[in-house]
C-alpha cells in the first residue's frame, strides 16, 4: 500500500478518515480473524512426554525391556521368568521416570514463557464512525482508523493519512537502533524495501517520536512481523551437544553389547551342542540377553535428566530460564558468545557524559558529567550549552520526577540537574514560538524561543551538520568572532576524540532573529556555535569481568550491533571484547563478501558494526563452519532466524519481542551478558557432572560384562573346578540389575552435585565438547577392568573356601558392589588425586555411597529368610566369618591405589604438555 495515494487506499478498502462502523468492524473481524500473531502450537503433555523417548539411548532401552518380555514368557523356568519380569519392569519404569522429569521441565518452562509475554490490556486508539474509540487490539481490522503517538506500539500494519514530526524506533523489525522519520506523503511505485517505506508503520514497532495516524492495510500473520514469525513455526532447532553425544554413546555401548552377546551365544551354544549335548539351546541367548542390558547403563537417561534439571533450577535463580533440558549441558561446550550491545552489554539508558565548550575546546579541555557530583555548578558556558539543549528538547518530567520522550532529550533533562536547572522554569521563561523537527536529512532540531520581546533560535544535532551552518562564536568578553579554519579543526578533533572513547556527539548553537524573518526552514544559517556533547548508553559494571573470564576460559565473545563502527570498536574496547589484534567488520563489508571468505576471515573479527538480520545469519552460520558452538543474543523479531539457526538462541527476557523469546533456547530475566557467563559456567558444571556419571556408570558396565564374558569363557572347560565344585554364574541378571539401580545410581546423584573445579573456570571449550576423551575411555576401561578382575577374585575366593555353589556368586557380587561404590570417591577428578585439597568437598559422596552400601549389606542378610527366589538371587550362605568381610572389603579397597597410578601418570602427561589439570 506504500505505492498507493491516500484517496486509493481509502478506496479499496472500502473505508473513510471517519473510520468504519462498528457493523462494518464486526464483519470484518469475521472474515479476516483476529489481529494475532500465530505462534508454534504447545505441545500437548502426552507429546511433550513422547518426545522424551525419541533418541538412541531409550530406544534400546526399550528392545531390551521387550526382549526381557519374550524371554520370561518363552522360559519354563518359573525363577526366570520372573526374573525375566521384574527385569523389564525395573526398564519401562526407568523410561517413564527418565520421560517425566524431561515432560515436567518442558511444561514449566513453556509456562514461565507464558508469564513473561505479560498478555494483557494492549489496546488501541481508533477512530470509528467519526468518534475516538478504545479498543482491544486484536480486534483491529483491516480499514480500521488508528490514532498514535509518543510511545505507542504500532498494533498492525498502517499506511500513514497524517503525520507530524513521526519518528519510529524498527530495531525489532530491521535491527537498525536510530529511529526511522515518517511521513504520511506519496512515495511513488518504485519498489523499495522496507526501511524505506517511510509512509507505512508496522507492527510492534515503537512511536518515540510525534504522532500519526494511519489506516490499518494488514493484521495478524500478514504483517510484516507476523511473516517473519509464521515462517518460524516449522522450522526445527539443531540437535543439541548433549543429544548428540547419548546417542553416540548408546551407539557405541550397543556394538559392545552386540559383539559381547556374539561370543556368549557363540560360545554357549559351543557348549550346549558340543560340550555337554543337552541341547539347552535358550540358556545362551537368556545370558546374551544378560550381557546387552548389562552394557546398557539403565540409568543413564534418567541421571543425565535429573542433573539438566538440577542445573536448570540452580540457572532460574541466576536469571537464566532454560526453555528444554538438553540446552543447558550444549551451554558448556560453547565456544563463541555473539552478543548485542545495547541493553545486553549495556544499561540501555542514554547518559550525558561529557560537555565541552567552544573556549573548552580551544584549550583543550572537557568536563566529566559521570564524576561530577550534583551539586550547584557555576560554569557560565556550559550552563548555556545545556540550556539549548533544554530548550530545543520535547522530553517532559513528570509530577514524580519520571523523565518521558526520546533517550537523547530524556539524558539532557538528567544532565542538567547536575547544574542546578530548572527545565519547567526555564521553558516559562522561554515561550516556544516555532519549532523544526529533527529530520534524518538535515540532521538537526531548531527551536525559536522568545524572552523579553526577543526572539532567539536554539539548534542541536549532528556535529558536522551543524557546523556548515555556524559562521561565529563568542569569546571570553563575549563578542562574536568568526570560526577560522584552525578553531573548526580543533571542533573535529574533539569530535573524533569524544566517537573514540563510545560517545555519541551533538553540537549545540544559536543566533538572535529579527520579529520580521519569516520562521521557516531557511532561519539554520549564520548561527553561533557555543560547543558539543558527549552521550553514552554505559557499560555494565559486570560485563568487564565476565568477558575477562569467558576469555580465561577460552571463549570467544563477539559483538554484533547496528551503532557506528568507531563506537561498537570503543564500547567493545573498554570491554576488552577488542584487542590489538583483532578486526572489525561492517555491514557494508559483509554484504560484499562471499561466505567462503567470511570463513576465512571470522577467526579474528570480534566486532561486527551495521549489521542487517540477514548478516546475523551469515555469521552464525560463518562461525558453526568454523566449528564454533555458538551462543546468539537477541531480542527483536528480526533476530529469531539467528536465534533458532545458533546452537544456543538467547533472548532477552525485558526487552525481547514475544517472537525471540520463543525461537530462543536460554532468556536472560535480567537482560545481562554476565548472566550469559554464568550460564556457561553453570552448563560446564553439568556436563562434567554428566561426564563423571558416565564414566562412573560405563566401567561398571565393562565391569559386569567382562564378568559374565569370563564365565562363558570358563564354562566351555568342564574339566576346570575349584575345589571340585564347577564354576556356577558369576553374576545373574537380577544382581546384575540391582547393581545398576543401587550401587550405580545413589553415588551417581552425589557425582551430580559436584561443584565445577577451579581448573574447569579455565580450561578450554574444547574440553567440554566430548562426553569420551581418549584419556577418559582409557581410565574407565581400566577400572571396569580392574574391578571385574577383583570380583572374579572374590568369586574363586568364595568357592574354594565354602561348600555352597551361592558363595562365590554372593562374595563377587558383595565385592563388585563395594568395589564400584567405592569408586565414586574416585571420580571427581582424573587426574587429582582423591586426598588432594584441590578437590571441593562434596558431603553428598560419602553420604549417598553409604547409604547404597548398606541398602547391598541389608539385602545381602535378608536373603537368608527370603524364600528360594533370594536365594537364588543373593546365595544363601550369608552368615561369614568376620575376616570373609575383612578380605571382601581389602579387595574393593585395592581400585583406590589402582586409580591413583593412572592419575599419576596422567599428571606426567599433563605437565609434560602444560595442560591445565
Same mark, same amino acid.
Given at each position: ?6 484517496e486509493d487506499v481509502l478506496k479499496i478498502l472500502e473505508t473513510s478518515e471517519n473510520g468504519l462502523s462498528s457493523q462494518e468492524a464486526k464483519k470484518r ?204 513455526? /516449522? &522450522? ?6 548433549? *543429544? @548428540?553425544?547419548? +546417542? =553416540?554413546?548408546? !551407539?557405541? $555401548?550397543?556394538?559392545? #553389547? ?107 579541555? /572537557? &568536563? ?6 550534583? *551539586? @550547584?555548578?557555576? +560554569? =557560565?558556558?556550559? !550552563?548555556? $550549552?545545556?540550556?539549548? #539543549? ?528
Amino acid at each position: 500500500m506504500y505505492k498507493e495515494k491516500i484517496e486509493d487506499v481509502l478506496k479499496i478498502l472500502e473505508t473513510s478518515e471517519n473510520g468504519l462502523s462498528s457493523q462494518e468492524a464486526k464483519k470484518r473481524l469475521i472474515k479476516y480473524g483476529p489481529n494475532e500473531i500465530l505462534e508454534k502450537k504447545t505441545d500437548s503433555w502426552l507429546k511433550i512426554f513422547g518426545k522424551q523417548f525419541i533418541n538412541f539411548m531409550s530406544i534400546i532401552l526399550t528392545i531390551a525391556g521387550i526382549l526381557a518380555i519374550i524371554f520370561g514368557i518363552i522360559t519354563k523356568n518359573n525363577e526366570e521368568k520372573i526374573i525375566n519380569f521384574i527385569e523389564a519392569g525395573v526398564i519401562f519404569l526407568i523410561l517413564i521416570i527418565n520421560g517425566l522429569i524431561g515432560t515436567i521441565q518442558e511444561y514449566n518452562a513453556s509456562q514461565t514463557l507464558k508469564e513473561l509475554k505479560k498478555i494483557g490490556a494492549l489496546t488501541s486508539k481508533v477512530l470509528r464512525e467519526g468518534k475516538i474509540s478504545i479498543i482491544n487490539t486484536n480486534d483491529l481490522v483491516i480499514g480500521d482508523i488508528v490514532l498514535i503517538e509518543d510511545g505507542s506500539i504500532i498494533p498492525a500494519d498502517l499506511r500513514l493519512l497524517h503525520s507530524s514530526s513521526l519518528q519510529i524506533q524498527e530495531s525489532s523489525l530491521t535491527g537498525e537502533s536510530i529511529p526511522v522519520e515518517k511521513e504520511a506523503k506519496w512515495i511513488g511505485i518504485e519498489e523499495v524495501g522496507i526501511s524505506e517505506q517511510l509512509n507505512m508503520c508496522f507492527s510492534s514497532t515503537i512511536v518515540v517520536y510525534g504522532n500519526g495516524i494511519g489506516i490499518v492495510v494488514k493484521t495478524g500473520i500478514k504483517t510484516e512481523i507476523g511473516k517473519i514469525a509464521n515462517a518460524l513455526i /516449522e &522450522e526445527k532447532s539443531p540437535q543439541t551437544h548433549i *543429544e @548428540k553425544s547419548m +546417542n =553416540k554413546i548408546g !551407539k557405541i $555401548l550397543t556394538y559392545v #553389547g552386540a559383539i559381547a552377546a556374539l561370543i556368549v551365544i557363540v560360545l554357549g551354544f559351543f557348549k550346549v551342542f558340543l560340550v555337554t549335548k543337552t541341547n539347552l539351546w535358550t540358556e545362551p541367548i537368556l545370558v546374551a540377553v544378560s550381557v546387552a542390558v548389562s552394557v546398557i547403563p539403565e540409568g543413564l537417561p534418567t541421571m543425565a535428566s535429573v542433573l539438566m534439571a538440577m542445573g536448570v533450577k540452580k540457572m532460574a535463580k541466576k536469571n537464566a530460564l532454560v526453555k528444554k533440558l538438553p540446552s543447558v549441558e550444549t551451554l558448556g561446550c560453547c565456544t563463541c558468545i555473539c552478543c548485542d550491545k545495547t541493553g545486553t552489554l549495556t544499561l540501555n539508558q542514554i547518559t550525558l557524559a561529557k560537555l565541552v565548550s567552544i573556549h573548552d575546546i580551544i584549550k583543550g579541555k /572537557e &568536563e566529566d558529567l559521570i564524576n561530577l557530583d550534583n *551539586e @550547584k555548578n557555576d +560554569n =557560565k558556558n556550559l !550552563k548555556f $550549552l545545556l540550556k539549548i #539543549g533544554l530548550l530545543c528538547n520535547n522530553g517532559e518530567i513528570d509530577e514524580k520526577g519520571g523523565l518521558f520522550g526520546d533517550p537523547t532529550e530524556t539524558a539532557l533533562l538528567k544532565g542538567a540537574e547536575k547544574f542546578s536547572l530548572n527545565y519547567k522554569e526555564i521553558k516559562k521563561e522561554n515561550k516556544r514560538v516555532f519549532e523544526l523537527p529533527f529530520d534524518s536529512f538535515r540532521k538537526m532540531m531548531s527551536v525559536v524561543c522568545e524572552s523579553n520581546e526577543k526572539r532567539i533560535i536554539y539548534t542541536k544535532g549532528a556535529l558536522d551538520e551543524l557546523l556548515s551552518i555556524c559562521k561565529t562564536y563568542i569569546d571570553k568578553e563575549g563578542k562574536k568572532q568568526n570560526l577560522t579554519p584552525e578553531i573548526i579543526q580543533k571542533i573535529k578533533e574533539k569530535n573524533i576524540s569524544l566517537s573514540q572513547n563510545a560517545l555519541r556527539v551533538l553540537g549545540y548553537a544559536f543566533s538572535d532573529i529579527s520579529s520580521e524573518i519569516s520562521l521557516d526552514s531557511n532561519i539554520e544559517n549564520n548561527l553561533t556555535f557555543v560547543g558539543m556533547s558527549g552521550m553514552i548508553d554505559p557499560p555494565r559494571l559486570e560485563v568487564k569481568e565476565a568477558v575477562k573470564q569467558c576469555y580465561d576460559a577460552g571463549l570467544k565473545v563477539v559483538m554484533i550491533t547496528g551503532d557506528h563502527g568507531i563506537t561498537a570498536k570503543a564500547i567493545a574496547k573498554e570491554l576488552l571484547i577488542f584487542k590489538d589484534n583483532d578486526q572489525i567488520m561492517n555491514g557494508d563489508e559483509l554484504d560484499k563478501i562471499s561466505d567462503e571468505e567470511l570463513v576465512r576471515r571470522i577467526e579474528n573479527i570480534t566486532v561486527f558494526s551495521r549489521i542487517s538480520p540477514t548478516g546475523k545469519m551469515r555469521i552464525v552460520k560463518a562461525l558453526q563452519k568454523n566449528n564454533e558452538i555458538v551462543s546468539m543474543t537477541g531480542d527483536g523479531v528480526n533476530d529469531a532466524p539467528s536465534l533458532k539457526a545458533a546452537n544456543i538462541g538467547v533472548s532477552m527476557g525485558i526487552s525481547g519481542t514475544d517472537v525471540a523469546k520463543s525461537s530462543s533456547d536460554l532468556i536472560l530475566l535480567d537482560d545481562n551478558f554476565a548472566t550469559i557467563g554464568k550460564a556457561v559456567f553453570e552448563g560446564r558444571r553439568i556436563f562434567r557432572n554428566i561426564q563423571k556419571v558416565i564414566q562412573f556408570l560405563v566401567s561398571g558396565c565393562i565391569a559386569e560384562v567382562l564378568i559374565i564374558v569370563f564365565y562363558s569363557v570358563i564354562s566351555v572347560f568342564p574339566h576346570l573346578t575349584i575345589n571340585n565344585h564347577e564354576w556356577h554364574e558369576v553374576l545373574n541378571p537380577i544382581q546384575i540389575l540391582t547393581l545398576n539401580l543401587v550401587t550405580d545410581t545413589i553415588p551417581c546423584i552425589a557425582l551430580g552435585m559436584d561443584e565445577l573445579s577451579i581448573g574447569s573456570y579455565k580450561k578450554k571449550p574444547q574440553e567440554f565438547k566430548n562426553l569420551f576423551s581418549r584419556s577418559i575411555i582409557y581410565n574407565t576401561a581400566m577400572a571396569g577392568l580392574w574391578i571385574s578382575i577383583i570380583s572374579i577374585v572374590g568369586y574363586i575366593i568364595g568357592n574354594a573356601y565354602f561348600d555352597n555353589e551361592y558363595a562365590g556368586m554372593t562374595i563377587a557380587f558383595i565385592t563388585l558392589s563395594f568395589s564400584q561404590t567405592v569408586h565414586a570417591f574416585n571420580m571427581q577428578s582424573n587426574s587429582i588425586s582423591m586426598f588432594s585439597k584441590q578437590n571441593k568437598f562434596n558431603k553428598w559422596i560419602p553420604i549417598l555411597s553409604f547409604s547404597s552400601l548398606f541398602i547391598v549389606v541389608i539385602m545381602v542378610f535378608i536373603s537368608k529368610t527370603g524364600g528360594k527366589i533370594t536365594e537364588a538371587i543373593l546365595g544363601i550362605d550369608t552368615e561369614f566369618d568376620w575376616w570373609v568381610w575383612v578380605v571382601m572389603i581389602l579387595i574393593s579397597l585395592s581400585i583406590i591405589p589402582f586409580l591413583e597410578l593412572l592419575k599419576f601418570f596422567e599428571r606426567r602427561k599433563m605437565n609434560r604438555t602444560n595442560h591445565i589439570i
